[in-house]
């Protein structure tokens, strides 16, 4: 694909770059700044899981890069995709790169195949929309390759959605992003709606793709035990903000942000040994607190986290981290790094 | 609040619930055709002859994945779908075939907890009126004696102060919020028993533990009784005294949850429990997990209902038709597409295999004849001879226009069996453990 001039080239080693990205919605009381200044990147054939309680924006952020908002919401930042900034991008060029290089693979399989079209032709449709000139034989070898990859058997081919399982229904979804090669796809919680052997499956064969695709996956859920499973790096969004990005392995083991860690300790797997929780609720993003938003519910906030919000820094471990315990100490105010007293929080404000 | 018990009796003479060998079947309409000359066309074994018991003060998990029945049983222990056959004794007395009119009265010692918090509240009516609507429908109509209960109730789930919530409307509450107010509005009454239907898996990890906590506390303070129902064992683990597996209908594996988690015996539970990610990503989900998903109820399998994704079927698990179809597009799925173009000739239509049978005929392809079938199949078999569901064929023979796959008739549909203080559905277990001698059976099937 060829540079346009007026856009920024992206280095080689990446897929996309996100810079300060906002998306804010209007509403009677106000806005609500759903995506509140997001920058990330994501590098070729990687995984990066964005995890993120519901309402925290994690969902709108996957609709923002793909740029499938809905006309009503506010947009701003730039997403660098292939040298050129999606977000000024006209309508239609946004729409030409849809299918072919930007994918989806949406939550509920069981409700997104047109229940009156056979599963052939979902892809021909597809096929014919996007590469103008493949014959039948050349649309459906494909197809049946993509299928094949994704352990629906050719003898399938021609049935329609019904006769298929959820678990198959999402796979079949996967082929369908996957039939035009994308250099990169959005999934949004694929497996929510799956039983823990198939969403065991589906995780595997997200696994696969990035071996035998070359695609870069943004893989957004709020099961922490996925992104362990499937990806390599983890954003990890609260209110609107990325609180901490990293190295999947180094924000598990050695989480910056106090939300990250109290996350991990509030998830209940087969290892939990005690119950813990985050007091209060994630906040109103029509009015967020003042300064970090997690303050209100962070176990370890100090005098200058509600007074401003704090300044990307990198970690040792290379964690891109949102958090005043990590400095930068010039910037706080004398006396800020006491502990900062608060009401307790009682159930009434809980979630 | 009047529903305040001592703590559980110690003495457990009788079970709080007792369910014996329930059955609830749905009939199937079928087509238009089989519609119009009336007549059922088949049912679904919803829950397919399920015993067990639960003691005063005891948490049952019931766990399965969708389609396993664990909901219907739920509800049907409530009789709140019709059973076909069975009974279920709740504190002593049967109810199984109560009539609705003598059933009210014992409702208010049962109580369900549904699993969407946003719709099993009514958005017009405030929490006074939600949380007191049981009260009135038992005949409580004095208003404060009512807002008192409900003050009380609030209270307890922990909703304070009370008089915030008393007015607040679904809207105006967050996801755990609602649930609490759900969990009040099951407990108003005083019951024994409460049937939580996947309490918390609608909510955020952040709350999750929350309203676990509540429930456990609402357990030792109130004396209540769970039957939990999930889908989650990570959840059960932290909550269940006991454990039901279920599959397709049925209970697979039974025991005290302690135990099952520490050795799980049936093939199935060992494999839901190694899938479930850990927050961990030096712990990986191992890749040797079953195949394909749970079969349509409608049509179980033969046999056991998870032989076709067993790892460790054996010759009598009840191999059959269907597993020959999945086998022969398992082999189209690992071959070129060119081969399949070839191989697909060979054989007709496989919707010829789609009937359960211990005799399957393959059909030849047109031009091709039943020896080509036969050839096609001892060339799967060539390439993969330990797949497990050859040791159910017995016989391959060449029929003329078809070739005929003779399965194992001496297949067996495996009952609970006894296995030190687990049950398991397992035929790997029909001669016990060599350290095990079992016990007397709890539970029996047909």
């Not at chain 1, 990147?41 to 990687?46: C, K, T, V």
């Amino acid at each position: 694909m060829t540079l346009l001039d007026g856009d920024e080239p992206l280095p080689p080693d990446l897929v996309m770059s996100v810079k300060d990205l906002k998306v804010w919605y209007g509403t009677a009381r106000g806005p609500v700044r759903a995506v509140d200044g997001v920058s990330f990147d994501i590098r070729r054939g990687e995984t990066l899981g964005l995890v993120g309680e519901s309402g925290s924006g994690k969902s709108t952020l996957g609709r923002g890069v793909l740029g499938l908002l809905p006309d009503a919401a506010e947009v701003s930042g730039k997403v660098l995709f292939r040298g050129r900034d999606r977000v000024t991008m006209k309508r239609r060029a946004l729409r030409s790169l849809r299918g072919p290089e930007l994918g989806l693979i949406f939550q509920e399989p069981m409700t997104r195949l047109n229940p009156l079209m056979r599963i052939s032709d979902h892809f021909f449709e597809t096929l014919h929309t996007h590469e103008r000139g493949l014959s039948k034989t050349q649309m459906r070898k494909r197809a049946i390759d993509t299928l094949g990859a994704m352990g629906i058997p050719p003898t399938r081919f021609t049935n329609y959605p019904h006769e298929f399982s959820g678990g198959m229904r999402q796979r079949i979804m996967i082929a369908l992003a996957l039939v035009l090669n994308p250099a990169f796809v959005v999934a949004d919680e694929p497996t929510t709606a799956l039983d823990v052997l198939v969403e065991a499956q589906i995780i595997g064969i997200l696994n696969d793709i990035k071996r035998n695709f070359d695609t870069s996956i943004l893989l957004i859920t709020h099961n922490l035990g996925i992104i362990a499973e499937a990806c390599e790096r983890v954003a990890v969004m609260y209110a609107g903000r990325i609180a901490e990005q990293g190295d999947a392995r180094a924000v598990f083991a050695r989480p910056a942000h106090p939300y990250t860690r109290e996350l991990l300790a509030s998830t209940i797997s087969l290892s939990t040994t005690e119950l813990h929780y985050i007091p209060g609720a994630p906040p109103d993003l029509i009015h967020p607190p003042s300064g970090c938003r997690f303050h209100p519910r962070c176990p370890d906030a100090m005098r200058v986290c509600p007074t401003r919000h704090p300044p990307t820094v990198v970690t040792e471990l290379n964690q891109k981290v949102d958090c005043w315990l990590h400095g930068p100490d010039q910037l706080i105010p004398p006396g800020g790094k006491e502990s900062l007293e608060r009401e307790a929080i009682g159930v009434a404000d809980e979630a | 609040m009047s529903q305040t018990k001592p703590e559980a009796t110690a003495v457990d003479t009788e079970p709080l619930l007792s369910v014996e060998d329930l059955r609830v079947h749905f009939a199937l309409r079928g087509g238009l055709m089989q519609r119009f000359f009336g007549g059922s066309v088949g049912s679904v074994k919803a829950v397919d002859g399920v015993s067990f018991s639960l003691k005063r003060g005891e948490v049952l998990g019931v766990v399965g994945e969708s389609g396993s029945g664990k909901t219907t049983l739920g509800r049907a222990i409530l009789r709140t779908v019709p059973v076909t056959s069975g009974r279920v004794r709740v504190a002593g007395r049967d109810i199984t075939d109560l009539s609705e009119p003598a059933l009210r009265p014992m409702r208010r010692n049962m109580q369900m907890v549904f699993q969407d918090p946003n719709a099993s509240l009514n958005p017009a009516m405030d929490l006074l009126t939600a949380i007191g609507h049981p009260l009135r429908i038992h005949g409580e109509d004095n208003d404060d004696k009512v807002r008192a209960a409900v003050v009380a109730a609030l209270e307890r789930v922990g909703l304070v102060p009370t008089e915030l919530f008393l007015h607040k409307y679904p809207a105006d509450l967050s996801g755990g919020q609602k649930q609490r107010a759900v969990i009040a509005r099951a407990i108003i009454l005083g019951p024994e028993l409460l049937v939580a239907d996947e309490p918390v898996s609608m909510l955020d990890m952040s709350v999750r533990a929350k309203i676990l906590e509540l429930m456990l506390e609402l357990k030792n303070d109130l004396g209540l009784s769970y039957v939990y129902v999930t889908h989650d064992l990570a959840t059960a683990k932290f909550f269940c005294d006991t454990l039901a597996i279920m599959y397709l209908g049925r209970i697979v594996e039974y025991g005290p949850a302690e135990q099952i988690y520490a050795d799980p015996k049936h093939p199935y539970t060992q494999s839901l429990l190694k899938a479930i990610p850990e927050p961990d990503p030096a712990k990986s989900v191992p890749r040797d997990l079953p195949r394909g998903e749970i079969p349509d109820a409608a049509r179980p399998p033969l046999g056991c209902s998870f032989h076709p994704r067993c790892p460790k079927a054996f010759e009598i698990c009840g191999w059959e038709s269907r597993d020959l179809r999945d086998l022969v597009e398992r082999y189209w799925l690992a071959h070129p597409d060119d081969e399949f173009e070839r191989d697909r000739r060979v054989i007709g239509a496989l919707t010829a295999l789609d009937d359960p049978a211990v005799t399957a005929d393959v059909p030849a392809g047109s031009g091709h004849s039943g020896a080509d079938v036969v050839q096609f199949l001892e060339r799967i078999k060539g390439e993969d001879p330990h797949e497990p569901t050859w040791t159910g064929v017995t016989e391959v023979v060449d029929a003329g226009s078809s070739a005929k796959v003779e399965f194992r008739t001496d297949a067996v549909d495996p009952p609970l069996y006894p296995v030190g203080d687990q049950h398991v559905a397992c035929l790997l277990y029909r001669d016990g453990e060599p350290d095990g001698n079992g016990s007397k059976p709890r539970t029996r099937r047909r």
